[in-house]
């Protein structure tokens, strides 16, 4: 069992930064790669970034590149997503996501807001 908690969303300005962190707790944290994902009103979910098992590699989608970072701290067993000059584009709830062989977990969602 695993369970995600997500934090540190909040109502920014455009060009402004937020600093989301996903908590897990239950199985081995540092065994399994995370992402986030995002919620828009009326649209379908979608991938934002992840980050690998050992940390080494990152993925972002093509909408966040050079603007969102995803990093791990094993010690907390945390991991970040930095996200730097937000636009009104993504406003949308945010989530992170462990996959564990057959087992899909979700964490409850943060509520990013960008105004303009």
């Known amino acids: 069992q695993v369970q995600l908690v997500e934090s540190g969303g909040g109502l920014v300005q455009a060009g402004g930064s937020l600093r989301l962190s996903c908590s897990a707790s239950?199985?081995?944290?540092?065994?399994?790669?995370i992402g986030w994902f995002r919620q828009a009103p009326g649209k379908e979910r979608e991938f934002v970034a992840a980050?690998?098992?050992?940390?080494?590699?990152?993925y972002y989608a093509d909408s966040v590149k050079g603007r969102f970072a995803i990093s791990r701290d094993y010690a907390k067993n945390t991991v970040f997503l930095q996200m730097n000059s937000l636009k009104p584009g993504d406003t949308a709830v945010y989530y992170c996501?462990?996959?564990?062989?057959?087992?899909?977990?979700w964490g409850q969602g943060t509520q990013v807001t960008v105004s303009n």
């Open positions: 996501n462990l996959v564990a062989g057959p087992w899909n977990y």
């Open positions: 239950g199985r081995s944290f540092s065994r399994y790669g």
């Open positions: 980050i690998t098992s050992s940390g080494d590699n990152t």
